[in-house]
């Protein structure tokens, strides 16, 4: 089955997930967003890889904090960047999802960031734009559903490879809700494109999708044995609608047993280090002295989000490729 | 008009009988099989030479989408699509809208159907007003108005005592239900099986339980209520297992399954494809070989196409919101010959499942070639490949997960009471210039 990502040369045309890359690829997205972490600590945080290119950031589901990382990526490359909220304007007049690429695609667009509810959503819009509009349009997923968020996993991986070096030798926990995280999807994928040995997902049982040993990974249900030794800490968000219901009962029971305390977080190596997709639900799934402590390295993810979105921008339509 | 078609391999499940010989259709009847199919003058002869005969096929759940959906086909085009895939009866569920739920609906349904010509039409009457699951509908009014038995389509019955109820008054008249196992909750709002690749892809998902729950409910309701049951639409080899334990206790228990469910996986979703949204939704490799071992084993009585046309506008959309169904009356010959050749069956052994094995749980006559019995037929061609596109359909629902697919078997031409229905335009100069 032709993965949609690619184009017929095998190269990436969109990035849609992370589940079909090489790790080649994964490497050079890390490689490239490595060389721009240094611009944002310039003067002049500017580079001229995209000028001319116009990204439309479209935001089929609210999210303050990614489309401002893209937004500001795009402005760092010197694109023009629009910003919509389709939620509040055209499909409640009743234009479907296509029509509404089509007007867009229309005005000229390089580079469309996708977020929607539903799985699947950025392929329907790739395989569309393919078709009706050429090579020369990228989608790229900002979080479909419960699919997927590529640019969190691979966020997440230049944070690990940033603090860890490699992957060859490294346990990973993955904490919480992974029935309902695209986040999870991703880093899963990812870490093991990459090579780590161990992936651990760790929560309870209502919150596990069936068919998720599949994957690559080892279960646990008791966050106390799975940290146990492990490098890397990465929590999930725990959405709040999920907290009282059939799901779970309360978030104070949550966060009792899978909430990342020091004491917990005692069982992981000295070293180890805590990482959240944010925005954090302090005291459901974290604790603050965890969140604000030395381990903690949440807001260096922010920061190497916005190199990661600035390379997979310029791989995709920067000049020369 | 008569008609003797010579030298065609005739292919009979019920009597069992596979040999080349001549038939004479007289008026809507099978006059004469072998030396006694003579041509009198005016007799059309037809040199089927290489060809099958076949009985015309009995669909157990094909929607024609009349009355309310119009958009998504009619009763002009799905009959038409009918006997362009060999099928000459057909069962009609009532999720129309509104639904099957009235004598006069029915009733229209039946005439409209009858006035157009082509295959017969047998409708299913809803089970609940409005198919809601709360007030039972006028079983005996719409049996007498022409419905086989009584369904709630895809709509489970939350209220278990309205189910009861249900089974109670059908037995009263002596009426089939037909309920397709879908508990009420579990897996409500999933749109793949629950498994590696949903999991893999995010897609809420219906597992197993929602069959085998339903079906454990269903089976106790029957053996204190006596009422005959046809299960609509299995898909798990746990299911099927359940439903082997129940026949062989003797419970009055029939079940089919669609024709997607013999080939398909979940895997064939891959990228989020919507022709691969039906309902069930694709189970895994293993539930599959169970589909193929319970129809051997005689568990699974019978194959439909469970034909569900859907526009463009329901498949063009993200997985999780795209329409449940796909286009399947065109397909439903070419689907259980490709499974007989894939499984090295007799051909005449998976014909069964889809001519005289539905007929005979419907009881209704046809499925089989016999003198006297009613001329409904199919000739086709088993050597012709044809592609599965757009333009190949009849049907208004194009959607279909087998696109492009290359299957066995061309529908020359389909006789309904001795009517020629269809006929393929390379083939139509054959019939009438003989």
């Known amino acids: 089955m032709h993965n949609p990502q690619l184009n017929k040369h095998g190269e990436l045309q969109h990035l849609l997930s992370i589940d079909g890359l090489s790790r080649e690829m994964v490497v050079k997205i890390l490689d490239t967003a490595t060389g721009f972490v240094g611009v944002s600590d310039r003067d002049v945080k500017k580079v001229p890889l995209l000028r001319g290119k116009s990204v439309f950031n479209l935001f089929f589901e609210n999210s303050t904090r990614t489309r401002t990382t893209f937004e500001i990526a795009a402005t760092r490359l010197s694109a023009d960047v629009i910003n919509l909220n389709i939620n509040a304007s055209s499909t409640n007049k009743g234009e479907s999802l296509l029509d509404t690429i089509d007007n867009l695609a229309a005005m000229h667009a390089d580079i469309f960031v996708v977020r929607h509810a539903q799985s699947g959503a950025p392929y329907l819009i790739a395989k569309h734009v393919d078709r009706m509009h050429g090579p020369h349009v990228h989608v790229i997923n900002a979080g479909d559903g419960r699919h997927a968020h590529p640019t969190q996993g691979l966020l997440d991986m230049l944070t690990i490879r940033h603090y860890k070096g490699d992957f060859s030798g490294l346990t990973v926990a993955i904490v919480g809700d992974i029935l309902h995280s695209r986040v999870a999807r991703s880093d899963i994928h990812a870490l093991n494109i990459l090579g780590v040995p161990e992936v651990r997902v760790i929560g309870p049982r209502t919150l596990m999708p069936s068919g998720l040993a599949d994957m690559g990974v080892r279960i646990f249900y008791d966050m106390q044995e799975g940290l146990k030794d492990v490098d890397v800490v990465i929590m999930l968000r725990l959405q709040s609608e999920r907290m009282n219901g059939a799901l779970l009962p309360s978030a104070q029971e949550f966060f009792k047993n899978y909430g990342l305390t020091p004491e917990k977080l005692a069982r992981a190596k000295p070293d180890a280090i805590v990482m959240h997709p944010g925005p954090m639900n302090r005291g459901v799934e974290i604790d603050s002295s965890v969140a604000d402590g030395a381990q903690s390295v949440i807001l260096p993810q922010v920061t190497f989000g916005i190199a990661v979105r600035m390379a997979v921008m310029t791989l995709l339509a920067g000049a020369g490729t | 008009m008569t008609y003797l078609i010579r030298n065609a391999r005739v292919l009979d499940p019920k009597s069992g009988r596979d040999e080349t010989i001549d038939v004479l259709i007289d008026g809507s009847t099978i006059a004469a099989l072998g030396t006694r199919a003579v041509a009198s003058p005016g007799t059309r002869v037809v040199d089927a030479r290489g060809l099958w005969l076949i009985p015309g096929l009995c669909d157990l ?36 809208d509104p639904p099957l739920d ?289 333009a190949s359909l009849k049907s208004q629902g194009k959607n279909s997960p087998f696109d492009g697919y290359e ?10 009471a001795g009517q020629l229905a269809f006929s393929a335009p390379d083939y139509a100069s054959r019939l009438d210039a003989s």
């Not at chain 2, 009349?66 to 099928?87: M, Q, W, Y």
């Not at chain 2, 690749?197 to 339980?209: E, I, N």
């Open chain 2, 102 to 390: 009235e004598p006069a609906l029915v009733e229209m349904l039946k005439r409209r159907a009858a006035s157009l010509g082509g295959a017969n039409v047998y409708p299913l009457g809803a089970l609940t007003v409005g198919l809601n699951g709360e007030a039972l509908t006028e079983m005996a009014e719409l049996a007498e108005a022409g419905c086989i038995g009584f369904s709630q389509a895809n709509r489970p019955i939350v209220n278990t005592t309205v189910l009861l109820r249900a089974f109670e008054y059908a037995r009263t008249f002596d009426q089939v239900v037909w309920l397709s196992p879908i508990d009420a909750h579990l897996g409500r709002g999933g749109v793949a099986a629950s498994g590696a690749l949903a999991a893999r892809l995010g897609l809420p998902s219906v597992p197993v339980l929602t069959e085998t729950v339903a079906l454990l409910t269903f089976f106790e309701l029957v053996r204190v209520s006596g009422c005959r049951l046809h299960i609509a639409r299995l898909s798990s080899a746990r299911g099927i297992e359940l439903v082997r334990r129940a026949r062989a206790e003797g419970l009055p228990v029939t079940c089919d399954v669609s024709a997607n469910h013999l080939h398909l996986i979940d895997l064939d979703i891959g990228f989020f494809d919507t022709n691969y949204r039906l309902d069930p939704p694709l189970r895994s490799q293993r539930d599959r070989d169970a589909i193929r071992a319970g129809l051997l084993d005689g568990t699974i009585d019978a194959i439909c196409s469970d034909h569900t046309p859907v526009d463009d506008d329901g498949k063009q959309i993200p997985f999780g919101e795209a329409e449940a169904g796909a286009t399947g009356l065109e397909l439903l010959l070419s689907l259980t010959l490709k499974w007989a050749m894939e499984a090295c069956l007799e051909p005449i052994r998976a014909l069964a499942s889809i001519t005289s094995a539905p007929a005979h749980l419907l009881g209704i006559p046809g499925g089989e070639i016999v003198e006297g019995g009613p001329a409904d037929m199919c000739l086709l061609d088993p050597h012709a490949f044809w592609t599965v596109s757009h």
């Open chain 2, 407 to 416: 299957l066995p078997a061309r529908v020359l031409a389909t006789f309904v």
């Open chain 2, 61 to 96: 759940a094909a929607r024609l989408r009349e009355p309310g959906l119009e958009h998504k086909a009619t009763l002009e085009s799905e009959l038409a699509a009918a006997v362009a895939g060999g099928v000459t009866s057909l069962v009609c569920p009532p999720d129309t």
